[in-house]
């Protein structure tokens, strides 16, 4: 049975990133600090532009919008998966959501994996 984690990481333009061999991420809010288009790579493959203006990395005193919400349109990083960010020197990317555990021989749920499809 797959068991559940709260996902909150911070990720850095310049890092390449893979998923475990039973882990998949579920990215439901993404942020930024870039002033410029930064895009989330999966399996490379850039997915959305996201700027520090409407999708910041927090909450501040001068932007409340915080990470943006992305809904029905949530990301799915599947196990074995590289990722990284792609855009200015430096930039910063947060990823909110949930973090999935396989049980040895387990597959992803069908849902999420035909959301990665999508």
Do not use: C, W
Not at 49 to 69: C, E, F, M, Q, R
């Amino acid at each position: 049975m797959v068991k559940y984690f709260p996902l909150d990481i911070i990720i850095v333009q310049g890092e390449t990133y893979y998923t475990d061999r039973r882990v998949f991420l579920v990215v439901k809010k993404i942020g930024t600090d870039a002033s410029s288009d930064t895009h989330l790579v999966i399996d490379n493959k850039p997915v959305g532009d996201y700027i520090a203006t409407v999708a910041p990395l927090h909450v501040t005193s001068s932007n409340k919008l915080g990470p943006a919400n992305l809904g029905n349109y949530y990301l799915v990083i599947p196990p074995e998966t590289m990722f990284y960010v792609e855009g200015a020197s430096g930039a910063k990317m947060r990823l909110v959501g949930t973090l999935g555990k396989l049980d040895v021989g387990e597959a992803m749920p069908a849902d999420i994996l035909a959301r990665f499809g999508n």
